[in-house]
């Protein structure tokens, strides 16, 4: 099954090889051939290029760069001036995943107006092709697509509203929760999102939601009957400092990688073993000799 068969725009890269763009359509229709959908978020341009080529169909440019990047103890202190910054760094990595922009706490909690003049500076300025919220705001949620606006939805346990829920908790844990998880989600694919991210939810409540719904479910900590799964980069190569979460796979530990590598230049610089004279430059030999010829006059 090859991606090419699905909606989107192609491009070539500068050898000449076509590259079929993921777009929200063809997320849908992968959903509906039953082709996982792979999802990473990517906050800066070599990173990007390197998810991107290593063919992640969705990179998401997540208001987790707050904690990952900037070092908050949460998502909530990143602004909008920030979140654009970094995601027109990723779109300009990117070639062929879908780039996806997190709107961060306070962009979208006003009116849906403010909402939606926040997420036109992500499509208009920084290139976004779709923008993520959280919550089941349906009435912002319809005006962003009546403006031509791709969404994802989010819901489950939701970072942005950590005092709400009192921490990191998994969400859903009852019959009634399981409902009305599942009433919300029906509403935000009836308002217009294109994909919806379940977040710390029971397997059993994301299958559920999977099935019944038409638009691709991408989980996290959400069991594997999701139609896609996503990680944040830094949890995937243990660059973050806190306990990993129970969903999260280390598939490489680029930290201790990092930091072995780092220790050894130190110890290079400090026992003058860098630069080596092969890795230096030097004059021509007439100016050399000319400089030697100096410095004999000047003694």
């Known amino acids: 099954m090859s991606l090419t068969n699905f909606p989107g725009s192609s491009n070539s ?11 929200m359509p063809a997320l849908a229709e992968m959903k509906r051939q039953g082709k996982p959908i792979s999802a990473l978020t990517a906050y800066d341009y070599a990173t990007s ?34 979140m654009l910054h ?36 992500y499509i208009k300025e920084a290139g976004a092709e779709a923008v993520k919220i959280e919550g089941p705001r349906t009435e912002l949620i319809r005006a962003l697509s009546d403006a031509e606006i791709p969404v994802v939805g989010h819901l489950g346990l939701t970072p942005q509203s950590i005092h709400r829920m009192g921490g990191y908790r998994v969400q859903a844990r009852t019959a009634d929760a399981v409902q009305q998880l599942k009433a919300e ?59 990993a979460a129970k969903f999260v796979r280390r598939y ?20 003058h073993a860098f630069p080596s004279d092969e890795e230096s430059y030097h004059l021509p030999e007439a100016a050399r000799r000319a400089l030697e010829a100096s410095s004999l006059r000047k003694a």
């Open 252 to 271: 490489a530990d680029a930290g201790a990688l990092i930091r072995t590598a780092v220790e050894h230049y130190r110890e290079d610089v400090e026992r």
């Open 185 to 243: 989600a029906h509403a935000v694919a009836d308002a217009g999102a294109g994909a919806l991210v379940l977040e710390g939810v029971p397997r059993e409540a994301a299958a559920a939601i999977t099935a019944e719904l038409a638009i691709p479910t991408i989980g996290i900590g959400a069991g594997p009957d999701c139609d896609g799964q996503i990680l944040v980069f830094h949890d995937l190569l243990n660059l973050t400092f806190a306990p």
């Open 49 to 82: 290029r390197l998810v991107d080529e290593a063919g992640i169909d969705f990179i998401l440019v997540g208001d987790s760069l707050a904690m990952v990047v900037l070092g908050h103890d949460n998502t909530l202190a990143v602004t909008v001036d920030e």
């Open 13 to 23: 890269t500068p050898s000449g090889t076509s590259i079929t763009k993921v777009t």
């Open 86 to 121: 970094h995601t027109r760094a990723v779109r300009r990595a990117v070639r062929r995943a879908l780039v996806v922009a997190d709107m961060p706490f306070g962009s979208y909690h006003g009116t849906v107006a403010d909402g939606l003049t926040n997420a036109i500076r």
